[in-house]
């Protein structure tokens, strides 16, 4: 493991970044299509596509609801969380 090598965080800016992000993109799921009510918008994540979190370029993001999030290289571990079964019970 290279001690030198910077963390991989996200930016101090990323919540109003994720935020900004996902209402310009209407709360809509870019894989599925899927819009969001606004009581579930929480279920609505910003993706790194490349896997770098500090790595904000548009082009490198992607909003996608939990369940499509899930399905990403990596990301396997969202569905052991409460957010993705309740996701999951609203929209079969």
């Given at each position: 493991?290279?001690?030198n090598?910077?963390?991989?965080?996200?930016?101090?800016d990323?919540?109003?970044?994720s935020?900004q992000?996902?209402?310009n993109?209407n709360?809509?799921?870019?894989?599925?299509?899927?819009?969001?009510?606004?009581?579930?918008?929480?279920?609505l994540?910003?993706?790194?596509?490349?896997?770098?979190?500090?790595?904000?370029?548009p082009?490198?993001?992607?909003?996608?609801?939990?369940k499509?999030?899930?399905?990403?290289?990596?990301?396997?571990?969202?569905?052991?969380?409460?957010d993705y079964?309740?996701?999951?019970?609203?929209?079969?």
């Amino acid at each position: 493991m290279d001690t030198n090598a910077p963390a991989d965080l996200y930016s101090e800016d990323y919540e109003e970044l994720s935020l900004q992000f996902r209402k310009n993109n209407n709360w809509t799921c870019q894989k599925c299509g899927i819009k969001l009510k606004p009581e579930h918008h929480h279920f609505l994540h910003v993706h790194h596509i490349n896997g770098v979190k500090s790595d904000n370029k548009p082009t490198n993001l992607m909003c996608l609801c939990i369940k499509c999030h899930s399905e990403q290289p990596d990301h396997d571990h969202l569905k052991s969380k409460e957010d993705y079964i309740k996701f999951i019970s609203l929209y079969k």
